[in-house]
């Protein structure tokens, strides 16, 4: 399959990974981004698990690893996940891998959110998927203590019913942030960018598994992983909420939601002045992430979703752009 742009970067006028890419995904390897085997292989190979998706039903993910400078799907030692197009009811699933792949470029590139290393590909009948970057492995291939928020919680849907995920807040998040990690108002800050840019971009799915902590075996405390899962649903799910778990606990709302039904800026001052995040660091933040638009567009120009689709994206972008300037 020829391609014009880097499926990892998007850099322009390249046929396959270009080199930074190439070096940062698979250790300086010349990978190819055709794989060697199609989606029919990829299904009846043995799953390493089932995962579900709101948006998607049930969505196999399979572990890859790098074998003679090839991917090959693998029951252990896997050093990428890689998610194909899902299966499901919900619009424009063909779509999928690269609308997550273009919001966690526009995460990294644009607001330099830490996020997980990832990329496309293709299988060998060219049907894309979505390929990142295992980071809970240390080089040795031994597993990093990891834990998302659900686990952290302790909420299970056998003590909390099918809705676990999605019963809670972002506040009460940041709770349990404060009571495991000592280097609070660092991390509080790296989440706090990223609910902002969960509300711009219109991921209604970011619920508690899709916030984790790791330990840091150096200083032995806790710390945010790199954020992943990170993709816009309304272009998949239309009347998907404005964000999947409300921002405030306690069913509390400010003044202007209940005018709206709409978060704006006075509910995210509120938010950060109550997970502990002072108003000049507030406002530095907050205004960072509304000042990118022109940038936002030309990644969104530039990635492989479907042109029609590009239009709704970015017009879903400065709708909640248009909110948070109020």
Known sequence: MKIDRCPACLKQGVETYCNPCLKKIFDDRKVNHLLDFTRPEFNSAKLERNYRLSISGIQIKHSLKLENNKLVLTEKDGEYILKPIPNGVFKNLTQVPYNEHLTMQIANQIYKIDTAINAIV????????????????????????????????????????????????????????????????????????????????????????????????????????????????????????????????????TIAYKAGSKYTKPDFEEFAKRIGISQNRYEKVYYEMLDQSSFVKAVIDSSLLQSDLKEVYYESYVDRLERLKK
Request: aromatic share 18%; glycine share 4%; net charge negative.
């Open 122 to 253: 293709f299988f060998a009948d060219e049907e894309p998927a979505y390929i990142t970057k295992r980071f809970d492995r240390r080089k040795d291939g031994t597993k990093l203590l990891q834990e998302d928020f659900a686990q952290i919680a302790g909420r299970t849907e056998e003590t909390n019913g099918q809705n676990y995920k999605y019963d809670f807040s972002y506040e009460e998040i940041a709770e349990l942030m404060r009571r495991h990690i000592k280097p609070y108002q660092i991390e509080i800050e790296k989440y706090f960018r990223v609910i902002i840019f969960n509300y711009l971009f219109s991921n209604g799915d970011a619920h508690l598994k899709n916030f984790s902590l790791y330990r840091n075996e150096e200083y032995g405390d806790y710390l945010l992983t790199k954020f992943y899962d990170l993709l816009n649903t309304s272009l998949h799910v239309p009347a998907e909420t404005d964000l999947a778990l409300d921002l405030f606990k306690d069913n509390f709302e």
